[in-house]
């Protein structure tokens, strides 16, 4: 099946720097990928909708110039914390959903996720 | 706006017994139910996936149903192992939204 690379796979920074997530999507071109936010014995919260070529759609209470995403090329998407804080520690997760299957057909296809702990 | 609830929080039970897991979600436009198994610090795998206009998915011990007119899922584990232990997500991808909305989980322990 469809493989989803995600790095780093855990991240410690001091307060204050920014960290860049990268997601990849391995042997197909993925034009949408998602990410998620995932806090201790929570459900994925969707952050944002990351779209090759064009800017990402965010969700609501999730801060744009926070957490920019970047997905320059079909195969890779990438989230920047910036000026990260304690608060921002959690679990980051991506996915990537394959755009030769129909919408609703597919399954979205998951990182292995970023822990991300700031101190 | 679409919720989707999971019920038990956790469950704990012996080796080689039958089990159910239960998801729930208030709107039924969705195009399909899907149920993942995240292991601890790690991402998600899929398990199965069902759509909308479908009742039921298998895969070996695993049987997912789906009762969109109830807004209800159902997951079944035939002949639990402790390599079943792990966290069960479901979600449900939303209509015109296209988007995933997750159940906070039902965090499952088979003890040997």
């Known amino acids: 099946g469809a493989v989803v690379s995600q790095h780093p796979s855990r991240v410690i920074c001091k307060s204050g720097t920014s960290v860049k997530i990268e997601c990849r999507s391995l042997d197909f071109q993925a034009t949408t990928m998602f990410w998620y936010r995932q806090f201790p014995k929570q459900s994925l919260m969707l952050m944002a909708t990351s779209n090759e070529g064009s800017k990402a759609t965010y969700e609501q209470g999730v801060e744009k110039d926070k957490f920019l995403i970047n997905h320059a090329s079909l195969t890779l998407s990438t989230l920047t914390v910036t000026s990260a804080h304690p608060e921002d520690s959690s679990f980051y997760i991506c996915?990537?959903?394959?755009?030769?299957?129909?919408?609703?057909?597919?399954?979205?296809?998951f990182g292995s996720g970023t822990q991300l702990s700031v101190l | 706006k679409q919720e989707v609830t999971q019920i038990p929080a956790a469950l704990s039970v012996p080796e080689g017994e039958n089990l159910v897991l239960n998801c729930s979600f208030t709107d039924s436009a969705i195009y399909n139910l899907q149920w993942f198994r995240q292991d601890p610090g790690k991402g998600l795998t899929s398990l199965l996936l069902i759509q909308s206009s479908q009742r039921e998915q298998t895969s070996g011990r695993l049987n997912a149903s789906l009762d969109k007119s109830s807004g209800r899922s159902t997951l079944y584990i035939a002949a639990s192992q402790p390599g079943d232990s792990a966290t069960y997500l479901c979600a449900a991808l939303i209509q015109g939204a296209q988007k995933l909305v997750f159940g906070q989980g039902t965090r499952l322990t088979i003890n040997p």
């Open positions: 996915s990537a959903r394959d755009p030769g299957q129909r919408w609703g057909n597919e399954k979205l296809f």
